[in-house]
């Protein structure tokens, strides 16, 4: 959560990119999946810019997939 007088920053990008390498870098995980609510469009930007694919929207969140990159 931000404050609203941050939002648009770039700071929850700039996390969730610093997050995703390490969680595939120290634990044993296949893939991370995300979701938003669908009246939150920014939480899906960031998601995108952070190489999450869009998987679609089931029972009304749309969710995002990203897999390791191969070694």
Do not use: C
């Amino acid at each position: 959560m931000l404050r609203e007088d941050t939002w648009g920053d770039g700071h929850a990008t700039d996390a969730v990119r610093q997050f995703v390498p390490l969680v595939f870098a120290e634990a044993a995980v296949a893939r991370l999946e995300a979701k938003h609510h669908p009246d939150n469009p920014a939480s899906g930007r960031v998601l995108a810019k952070s190489g999450f694919t869009r998987l679609g929207v089931h029972e009304g969140y749309t969710e995002y997939r990203i897999i390791p990159p191969s070694p």
